[in-house]
Nanobody
Framework: QVQLAESGGGVVQAGGSLRLSCAAS????????MGWFRRAPGRDREFVAA????????MHADSVKGRFTISIDNAENRVYLQMNSLKLEDTAVYYC????????????????WGQGTQVTVSS
């Protein structure tokens, strides 16, 4: 089992920044990659970004490229999502997830999920 705990959400004005953190514990040796997903009210869960646990290779959704950056601290077993130039449409619950699969953009390929953290972007 892998346990994930997100933190860092909150309310921020449009154009502002937030950094989300996800702490992983338990059988982290099973993890191939970590991902961030989000779900806005009335919308399906959406892929945001992912990073491989060992090599640190990254991928970002087109909607956040150039604004969001995923990173990893393997020594601390933490994954971060730096969110800059936030827009109203970034408002959502953000979830951290872990997978042993190669399909990093597919939410159903993730084995473990955190409880989510709310990000609200105000005008």
């Amino acid at each position: 089992q892998v346990q994930l705990a997100e933190s860092g959400g909150g309310v921020v004005q449009a154009g502002g920044s937030l950094r989300l953190s996800c702490a992983a514990s338990g059988r982290t040796n099973e993890i191939y990659a970590m991902g961030w997903f989000r779900r806005a009210p009335g919308r399906d869960r959406e892929f945001v970004a992912a990073i491989t646990w060992g090599s640190g290779g990254t991928m970002h959704a087109d909607s956040v490229k150039g604004r969001f950056t995923i990173s990893i601290d393997n020594a601390e077993n933490r994954v971060y999502l730096q969110m800059n130039s936030l827009k109203l449409e970034d408002t959502a619950v953000y979830y951290c997830a872990a997978t042993d699969n190669l399909r990093l953009e597919i939410s159903t390929m993730y084995n473990y999920w955190g409880q989510g953290t709310q990000v609200t972007v105000s005008s």
